[in-house]
Nanobody
Framework: QVQLVESGGGLVQPGGSLRLSCVVS????????MGWYRQAPGKERELVAG???????NYADAVKGRFTISRENAKNTVYLQMNSLKPEDTAVYYC??????????????WGQGTQVTVSS
């Protein structure tokens, strides 16, 4: 059983920054794709950013240039550095672990989510 636990969410003002962390435990496949998704109330869950062990990344157009995904493999942790936050970034952010970077297909293991609220 694989478990993912997100942390780092909170309330920030527009233009502010947050860093989300996701710690993975349990049975883990050696080579994995890890990603961050978000879901706002009444909306579909969407990909924010994904990363492979090779360092190849993929970002949603809405966050390019503002968010950075990274991973620390030795600690089984993936991060999402969020800068220049906008109110439309408000959502629950979820960590995802999957065997391949099929980002737009359902699958993989999910964390419980962490709330990010961007407001004045």
């Amino acid at each position: 059983q694989v478990q993912l636990v997100e942390s780092g969410g909170g309330l920030v003002q527009p233009g502010g920054s947050l860093r989300l962390s996701c710690v993975v435990s349990g049975s883990i496949v050696s080579i994995n794709a890890m990603g961050w998704y978000r879901q706002a109330p009444g909306k579909e869950r969407e990909l924010v950013a994904g990363i492979l062990r090779t360092g190849i990344t993929n970002y949603a157009d809405a966050v390019k240039g503002r968010f950075t995904i990274s991973r620390e493999n030795a600690k089984n942790t993936v991060y999402l550095q969020m800068n220049s936050l906008k109110p439309e970034d408000t959502a629950v952010y979820y960590c995802n672990l999957r065997s391949s970077p099929r980002w737009y297909l359902p699958g993989g293991s999910w964390g419980q989510g962490t709330q990010v609220t961007v407001s004045s």
